[in-house]
């Protein structure tokens, strides 16, 4: 932390002593504007103002916290957003530290619960036991005694592994295949690929690179170890980093025009106002970033990726009931299902503690377009009856569904980005472009991470980059 600390004060220095024409600091409000009030926002934010800068953060929402979002209105305040503190979270863990937000690590599900997951596969069920000789068990035989939740494990040999995380940065292009290709290539069975696409954390295993999951497993063998959750609610640390800030922060700033100047940078906003700052640190996501007005000179791989990084499309259901039926059903707790709009049934709370029971439907890609098409009353009703033929006995026993979809959400349109097919080569040039004035940052930038740590490290990273290259 020295190190970084002296490299902070003399890049302030150089900054604050004039690097960038004096005759433009009386066209600025700010030395550096922040779009966007997520993690990756804040902590550029909070690193800019321990360098001496003034800074202005613009969030278009009424809240902090981006993807982070604890449903506070709601009994037992579930979690919309990120909610897993990954063991190797070292930046997230240091502003939690610093700003006095406890982490509490995690104890695994109520002892009281069936493990394992109930399967609901073409209008049967069945568990880790009858899966091999369940009539709906329609793999090959070779593949017949995989669960489906644990097919894409099975396969994950067939995608390249990583020795070090940053290599999927100079990957050649021929990896750079879908996931769908690669399944096929390592004997995935027609009906395995369908299985693995019904709950697949993606839009679909055609529009996906093997790399983002080689990607993925590379962090996750790093990461190993306790994992946690924020004290309170996740959205209690943006939260915390919004407070701590000495600038301005305006929510419901939405902007509307992004102009780059050779000396600033121009925001246009949705009010009629403007804010001119000497460099711009844009963390919204591309899928958002896209349809915003953006006059910038940017290289092409960036331009693209703008145009078309895609992100994963999903919807949630939180469903509060009277009684925790999973708890004396003798079946699994968890629902895992082929019926795109069950998707994956979790349970968030046995109503054991003091909070309502309560389950979290997860659906992706088609699945969640098909529930954000529904009224909330079908779409209520859908899910009581399909959930009750699922599993019997949660039958008159759901007392209210509360559904959330993050493409719906304006400064989201999706839950988080992944690598699309043959856009890993692009997506690499673009996490380490640097330019004297626009910066991007976001977990769709990050190169050692992902997830929340990932959105930190590059909202850290584009804050150096204004500090090294503004003038």
Known sequence: MASRRAFLAGASAAILSGAAPRSAWGTTQADVAIIGAGLAGLAAARLCEAAGLKVVVLEGEPRVGGRLYTLDDMPGRPEAGGIQVGAGYARLKAHAKELGVD????????????????????????????????????????????????????????????????????????????????????????EARRLIGCNFNGNSLSGMSQLNLARSLSIFRGQSGPISTIAGGAQRLPEAMANSLRGSLRTLARILTIEAEPDRVVLGLTDGSQIAARAVICTVPFSVLRSLGLRAPLAQPM???????????????????????????????????DDPLLGRIFVLSDGLNGEPPMLK??????????????????????????????????????????????????????????????????????????????????????IESSGMEGAIESGERAAQKVLELQG
């Open 303 to 337: 331009a693209r990726m703008i145009a078309a990084l895609p992100y994963t499309r999903a919807s949630f259901a939180f469903i509060s009931t009277s009684e925790a039926f999973w708890l004396s059903d003798g079946l699994p707790a968890t629902l895992w299902s």
């Open 103 to 190: 982490l509490v690590e995690t104890t695994g599900p109520n002892t009281g619960r069936t493990p394992g997951n109930l399967y609901w596969i073409e209008g049967e069920r069945a568990v880790a036991e009858t899966w091999p000789s369940s009539s709906a068990n329609r793999l090959d035989p070779v593949e017949r005694s995989s669960e489906p939740a644990a097919l894409l494990r099975r396969y994950a040999s067939a995608f390249p592994v990583l020795r070090e995380l940053e290599d999927w940065l100079t990957a050649a292009a021929e990896p750079d295949i879908s996931v769908a290709q690669a399944l096929i290539a390592a004997g995935a069975s027609e």
């Open 361 to 446: 439907l997860w659906t992706t890609g088609p699945g969640a377009d098909w529930l954000d098409r529904l009224d909330q009353n079908t779409a209520q009703s859908e899910i009581i009856a399909r959930l009750a033929t699922a599993r019997p006995s949660s039958s008159g026993k759901i007392t209210g569904v509360h559904l959330f979809s993050w493409q719906q959400m304006a400064g989201a349109r999706g839950i988080y980005h992944h690598i699309g097919t043959g856009m890993a080569r692009d997506l690499a040039v673009a996490t380490r472009e640097q330019r004297a004035r626009l910066h991007f940052a976001g977990e769709h930038l990050a």
